[in-house]
């Protein structure tokens, strides 16, 4: 399949990118290229002009800082799946950036390009939202901080404007004791998610304490499950009281339901509390451990304010 | 609109002016004619055209030749010593990992990918590793066993 024709720049600064986008309206970004280049190749978007953003520096890596992991957005999932620090610190956002695709997909898909990119059935905006991620962005202004919960509208829908560029990512370092957990139900062939589900759990004094909740890939753009949090929060974690709480997420789905040829609508709704439920024992599991064994620790987990 | 780019593939650099559109896959097969690359699907599932960017595997109809501008490429071409097979391409002959042959460019090309991260893997992490590539002949068992015989050679490594 040949893309539509479009005229080719490469950005080598973010101060750059921000020229060539006010010089050329309509330009589209190109980082890895894995969301945008299928979507040319289908003819979905022709966009005049693209600006290839894929060499620069300053938008790769991974640090850690104030409480808070800071992932450039061109940091590859593969080097997101391989971080020592994103295991420690997110390690949900770890499991799920390792199960994007397949590993030849993961070499070239970026964190920026996927969130910008929007696809309902992507992995990371599930677990970006669960963990309270929030988005750096350099605009025509200057720089701002959009919060994951603001930032993912609609299917392939976001807050992003015209000129807007999504520098990095930064996730809050998991608070002590807290269990993550990421589920997916993947298409077999395109491996994109079918059913996403995200969980960060606390226990406190042998019952649930925060808990959030997020479901992706059957919704047009990644949810929190409210219904879920608040039937879970409290509770003792039993298994009864994790499947009574993983069946709420039918209050959270919303009419808009994606189905297609693999899997429908009807079928994705009646898979949702399997995928919760295992999101959540998974989750609980992990936070009980943690609670359990304080001194298995290593030094370097320790909570950025102590 | 054409771009200048220099491709170096398997060691040959090649200078070049081509469409921004022009996908890597066509650069390889189509201007400077290594077809030993395959196109299957065309939509970054099926692996047949896997190819090595700077040693990296990536599957060459989701990327575009002006983003390998200044990059080497390896692909199946170049994985071979002069007559002496690489560890991957005699295992593959060895245990008959593969029927028609046409998913086995990509196929051996993500194996040396799997290699270079995971030097000695287990079956599971073999199964896990080639997941993005697709083989309508061989039901992979024969696949798995051929990377397994790789593993423990320098096959991730060459």
Redesign the interface.
Request: no cysteine.
């Given at each position: 399949m040949y893309a539509p024709d479009f005229a080719y720049y490469r950005a080598d600064s973010v101060a750059e990118i921000g020229r060539l986008l006010r010089k050329h309206p309509g330009a589209k970004l190109l980082a890895g290229g894995h969301s945008l280049i299928p979507l040319l190749k289908l003819r979905l978007a022709a966009p005049p002009a693209l600006i290839d953003i894929g060499r620069i520096g300053e938008l790769k890596g991974i640090s850690v800082a104030d409480g808070r992991l800071r992932i450039g957005a061109l940091t590859t999932h593969a080097q997101i799946a391989a971080s020592s620090e994103v295991a420690a610190h997110a390690p949900a956002l770890a499991a799920a950036a390792g199960v994007i695709g397949d590993p030849a997909v993961r070499n070239r898909g970026t964190i920026g390009g996927n969130v910008a990119h929007a696809d309902p059935a992507s992995d990371l905006p599930t677990v970006l939202l669960a963990l309270g991620a929030s988005f750096a962005v350099a605009t025509d202004d200057g720089e701002r901080a959009i919060p994951a919960g603001g930032f993912f509208q609609d299917m392939m829908t976001t807050a992003l404007g015209e000129h807007d560029i999504v520098t990095a990512v930064d996730v809050p370092t998991a608070p002590e004791g807290q269990g993550q957990a990421y589920e997916k139900f993947s298409h077999p062939a395109s491996r994109y998610a079918v059913i996403g589900a995200a969980a960060a759990v606390g226990l406190t004094g042998g019952k649930v304490g925060r808990v959030v909740v997020t479901l992706g890939g059957l919704v047009p753009a990644a949810i929190r499950a409210g219904s879920v949090e608040q039937a879970l929060s409290g509770q003792a974690p039993s298994a009864d009281a994790i499947a009574d709480a993983a069946a709420a997420v039918s209050n959270d789905l919303g009419p808009d339901l994606i189905g297609d040829i693999y899997a429908s609508a009807e079928y994705r709704r009646a898979m949702a509390p399997v995928c919760v439920k295992r999101a959540l024992t998974a989750a609980l599991k992990r936070a009980s451990s943690v609670a359990e064994a304080p001194a298995a620790r290593s030094p370097w987990w320790k909570p950025s304010w102590l | 609109?054409t771009?200048p780019v220099s491709i170096t593939v398997n060691g040959q650099r090649y200078d070049r002016e081509v469409?921004?559109?022009l996908?890597l896959v066509h650069f390889l097969r189509e201007v400077i004619g290594s077809t030993g690359t395959k196109v299957g699907c065309?939509?970054?599932?099926c692996?047949a055209c896997?190819v090595l960017l700077d040693g990296?595997?990536?599957?060459s109809c989701?990327?575009?030749a002006?983003?390998a501008d200044g990059a080497e490429v390896t692909t199946i071409e170049g994985l071979a010593a002069g007559e002496a097979l690489h560890p991957l391409q005699d295992a593959f002959w060895e245990k008959h990992g593969l029927q028609c042959g046409f998913c086995t460019p990509g196929m051996i090309m993500?194996s040396h990918?799997?290699l270079r991260?995971t030097p000695d893997p287990s079956d599971a992490q073999i199964r896990h590793?080639l997941?993005?590539?697709?083989c309508r002949c061989t039901g992979y068992q024969n696949i798995v066993r051929a990377v397994r015989q790789a593993a423990g050679t320098t096959a991730g490594q060459r």
């Open positions: - | 609109m771009v469409e921004p559109r996908l065309d939509t970054s599932q692996g896997t990296i595997s990536l599957k989701t990327a575009l002006v983003q993500a990918e799997l991260v590793g997941e993005g590539n697709l």
